[in-house]
């Protein structure tokens, strides 16, 4: 299937690599509760830096809930 694609072009807030590397665990899951996703009110996930959307329905989260389960072996180590 062919999807529209739009360009966008935003500053974006983030934090830095050595910066997440050194937060604990409850520092990362605000971080992600208040800094990298959001719900908009037409219950639309979306990146809550750049606001583009992430998942529209429940199948999409679900998708992108087990594409990242399949990326989680790939990603720095246990911790």
Do not use: C, W
């Amino acid at each position: 299937m062919a999807y529209k694609t739009i360009i966008v072009k935003t500053d974006v807030v983030s934090v830095d690599i050595p910066t997440m590397a050194g937060m604990s665990l409850q520092e990362y899951d605000e971080y992600l509760r208040n800094g990298l996703f959001s719900v908009d009110h037409h219950d639309v996930l979306r990146s809550a830096a750049a606001g583009y959307p992430l998942a529209v329905t429940r199948g999409q989260i679900k998708a992108l809930i087990t594409y990242l389960k399949e990326l989680a072996p790939k990603v720095g180590s246990e911790s």
